[in-house]
T-cell receptor
Framework: KNEVEQSPQNLTAQEGEFITINCSYS?????LHWLQQHPGGGIVSLFM???GKKKHGRLIATINIQEKHSSLHITASHPRDSAVYIC????????????FGAGTILRVKS | KAGVTQTPRYLIKTRGQQVTLSCSPI?????VSWYQQTPGQGLQFLFE???????NKGNFPGRFSGRQFSNSRSEMNVSTLELGDSALYLC????????????FGSGTRLTVV
């Protein structure tokens, strides 16, 4: 079993829909990261969470440490949100190593 | 401030050759970590350098190596290239510990023919 599991693997939504991507992990962590990767490869860090909830524009990330679960929500989705969303975790004993989920491919249709 | 710079962006090499990739972190960031991304395996950790010392290494063969210089710039080297080494190689820099934020470079896309 992978340390970090994401669901769904693929997601197609209509413009304006509310989107949720889930991430579960099996080990204790220092922080959980949500990353966005567009075609072409560049990765952008969206959120880093160690507890609670963070919001940036239309994006909201939450984490439940007890349940080892995080969600990324996109409100009022737009075609420009189409990308791969990747959950990753870091652990104190790993130094600055990130362990990644397999990613969720999101396509938002207009 | 300048982001993380990776060079070159694209590279085509022949099996058996060796390759060196470069990563310049954000000024002030002392930690550089390297990752390999392939369609089959996703993103996998290669190694991490902090203050010129390798702190952590992923599960890759000894053909993969790296180093970090006193200015925090890092290089990774792959010797005796194999077709399966074709991948996007990404580096990320961070200033603080494991709970610090990561900034990724645009990556080097290596094709081995």
């Amino acid at each position: 079993k992978n340390e970090v599991e994401q669901s769904p693997q693929n997601l197609t939504a209509q413009e304006g829909e509310f989107i949720t991507i889930n991430c579960s992990y099996s080990v204790g962590i220092s922080a959980l990261h949500w990353l966005q990767q567009h075609p072409g490869g560049g990765i952008v860090s969206l959120f880093m969470l160690s507890s609670g909830k963070k919001k940036h524009g239309r994006l909201i990330a939450t984490i439940n440490i007890q349940e080892k679960h995080s969600s990324l929500h996109i409100t009022a989705s737009h075609p420009r949100d189409s990308a791969v969303y990747i959950c990753a975790v870091s652990r104190m004993e790993y130094g600055n190593k990130l362990v990644f989920g397999a990613g969720t491919i999101l396509r938002v249709k207009s | 401030k300048a982001g993380v710079t990776q060079t070159p962006r694209y590279l085509i090499k022949t099996r058996g050759q060796q390759v060196t990739l470069s990563c310049s972190p954000i000024s002030g960031h002392r930690s550089v970590s390297w990752y390999q991304q392939t369609p089959g395996q996703g993103l996998q950790f290669l190694f991490e350098y902090f203050s010129e010392t390798q702190r952590n290494k992923g599960n890759f063969p000894g053909r993969f190596s790296g180093r970090q210089f006193s200015n925090s710039r890092s290089e990774m080297n792959v010797s005796t290239l194999e077709l399966g080494d074709s991948a996007l190689y990404l580096c990320a820099s961070t200033r603080t510990g494991p709970a610090g934020g990561y900034t990724f470079g645009s990556g080097t896309r290596l094709t081995v023919v």
